[in-house]
């Protein structure tokens, strides 16, 4: 009886009988349940393992989700303390007042757009972090959903890897782009609205994706620049800036006189605060920087709101113009002297006779001839 058992069993389940199908050969004593049960086993794992990827892609995603919320959270924190960080009003002049609280209304202007490009950023760095997560688990869920058939992984896993390093060779700079952007999101390197500086390409930075960057020069031109050709970047407009104006005057103007006139203007816009022309700070006269050709160059320094030093450098360079004309120092420019010399022409000489000349001339006529 057991014989006849075993063989029924091995028929039903084969030679290496699974838990469920032996399980349910004993409780039923059916070859056919045993056979259902061991057919619709590998299904089921595989329904068991995609179920488990979508529950664990689920659970990713938030964790994701809540670390971006985070991020997002502590940036605009710090960005609300940088706005809060304004000049005190009892220790400032009353006159500069009204230029402290416009000077604070537009920080809270700057404070929100930095905020909104803080979220944007992190939202789109988690974007890609989701997908990266969500293509790996679900590679994976893939792979184990193929093993329950019975086909063997390992060629087909060499395969994939032969197929990733062709791809990898031809879609390496696309590759390298996508790194580059990840990379330049994660470290805030730019963002829109950024004056930046990558080389061959200068100017306003007007979109940022993961793969090229968009900036538009001073002459209008959009340029678009892959991320992975970006080997260096100059921002212009992160926390400050500085505007660096050499002033030149005459060789034989006081200096000290054109060094307090250049600072009483500089101050004059500090305390101003004119649109688009912040200074943070109190002007620094730096010295004499320079002896030109015809002049001798002051350098001005001013630290500024990022992405006004040149507006500020123009509105500095117009009052000073007018200040210059109204205290007579002389602004110099390149000059050329001619010497003109008059040359009078010499008397004629007179002509010398040559021997030859004596040779030919007529003998007179012998008298008495």
Known sequence: MLTIIGATLEDA???????????????????????????LLHPAKVLLILLAAWIIVRVVRRLIDRGIDSLIDRQLDQDVEAAAAVDDPEDADPNRLEALAVRA????ERTAIQAERARRRSETLGLVLKSIAALTIYTIAAFMAIAEFGVNLGPLIASAGIVGIALGF?????????LSGIFMLIEDQFGVGDVIDVGDAAGVVEAVSLRTTLIRDVHGTLWHVP?????????????????????EVAYD?????????????????????PPNATILEEPEIWGVENFAASAIAIRLAVKVEPGEQWATSREIRRRLKAAFDEERIEIP??????????????????SHTSEADLQFQPKAAPEGG
């Open 13 to 39: 389940c084969g030679d290496d009988p699974g838990f469920l199908c032996e399980t349910v050969f004993d409780v039923t004593d059916s070859e056919f349940l045993a056979e259902l049960a061991e057919f």
């Open 105 to 108: 209304m537009r920080k809270a």
């Open 170 to 178: 031809g879609a390496q700079s696309l590759v390298k782009d996508f």
């Open 227 to 247: 991320n992975g050709e970006i080997a260096r970047v100059a921002n212009k407009s992160q926390e400050w800036a500085r505007a660096v104006l050499d002033i």
């Open 253 to 273: 103007t006081d200096l000290q006189h054109a060094m307090t006139v250049i600072k009483r203007v500089a101050d004059a816009v500090w305390r101003e605060a």
């Open 333 to 350: 420019f390149p000059q050329r002297t001619v010497w003109v010399h008059e040359v009078t022409e010499e008397p004629a000489k007179p």
